[in-house]
């Protein structure tokens, strides 16, 4: 079973405590909107996927890898 976030903060810590790193930072990947509508269908990726997008043209970003980009 998946771990929950206090046991996978903790091994975080060990892990950081062993490695001697500081600080330790929480991202919540769940914040945003593709994220929660994934967690609503249970982890399915696949849900809405004729909506997704790999361009970032605003930013010249023509695919999902930075090597893609032009300038």
Partial sequence: SPTTVQETLQMAR?????????PIYIIDR???????EI???HGDHTINMGELDDFDLEDGERGSDMRDRHG
């Fill in 39 to 41: 967690l609503r269908h």
């Fill in 14 to 22: 060990e892990s950081a405590e062993r490695e001697q790193l500081k």
């Fill in 30 to 36: 769940l914040a945003g909107a593709r994220e929660r």
